[in-house]
């Protein structure tokens, strides 16, 4: 990717690509920052996945009860779900589509293109790939990117987790790269969070129990349906949605943060 965006005021202007975090769900925590590149962007480009259907998905609900002023901007690109693993057609397609849509808005005069994320744009986020295209297209393009507070983040405080402390380790999985990749970790750090695992919930519980862990899982984490629960509380047979969040802390002696 070309070259990051500098604070040269004298110089001029190139056009902005922005990947903007909008954090996990809950609107309050979307930064003031991003609420500013969003007043800005002549677009804002919102994913749309299977499950939202003909109405707005997370990131765009998200947007518009933060920033209500960029909800005219908003441009909603299909992006599919059903596909768990590896970089599959409709993925591809999707980046392609992004880039595209951001390059038009560019050639109709947009000074600034945002991209919409629910949670951080460099955690497990398809705004690399996009920017990517874009910036093989128009050279002259400056990408930017607004971090957002992560599902791991806000289920740490909710659940009144510490995720690290002192000199602990902390690892974030996704479980689609495999039970036994979970297993390692489980094994080698301190505090581990997995991400993408809904499907294979019973099996994650078993295998944490099995390393005498405890744990938190989070459904629906910075919504108003959010659930919270302790590993042991799980109903036989569960499974939980894609955007579920799991939190097995490190082993502690109970002196320091409260637990749930």
Wanted: hydrophobic share 45%.
């Amino acid at each position: 990717m070309r070259n990051m965006t500098t604070h040269d005021h004298g110089a001029k202007k190139h056009p902005r690509l922005i990947g903007i975090g909008v954090g996990p769900g809950d609107p309050d925590l979307v930064t003031l920052k991003a609420v500013k590149a969003l007043t800005e962007a002549a677009v804002v480009l919102v994913p749309t996945t299977e499950g939202s259907g003909d109405g707005p998905g997370r990131a765009e609900t998200i947007v518009v009860l933060s920033c209500p002023a960029a909800a005219p901007a908003i441009q909603r690109i299909p992006f599919s779900m059903a596909d768990k693993k590896g970089v599959s057609g409709r993925r591809k397609q999707a980046w392609l589509d992004s880039a595209e849509a951001a390059i038009n808005a560019f050639d109709a005069g947009a000074e600034v293109v945002a991209f919409a994320t629910v949670g951080d744009p460099s955690v497990y986020s398809t705004f690399s790939y996009l920017a990517a295209h874009v910036v093989e297209r128009l050279p002259e393009v400056d990408v930017e990117v607004i971090p957002g507070i992560t599902a791991m983040q806000a289920l740490a405080a909710s659940s009144r987790t510490p995720l690290v402390e002192g000199t602990e380790t902390l690892a974030l999985v996704p479980v689609t790269a495999g039970l036994d990749t979970l297993e390692r970790i489980l094994d080698t750090v301190d505090t581990v969070v997995a991400y993408k695992g809904g499907r294979h919930l019973p099996e994650m519980i078993k295998l944490i129990q099995s390393k005498e862990r405890d744990g938190v899982l989070g459904v629906q984490i910075g919504l108003a349906d959010e659930e919270l629960i302790t590993l042991d509380d799980v109903v036989d047979g569960r499974r939980a949605p894609y955007f579920s969040t799991l939190l097995a802390p490190a082993r502690r002696d109970g002196t320091a943060g409260g637990r749930l």
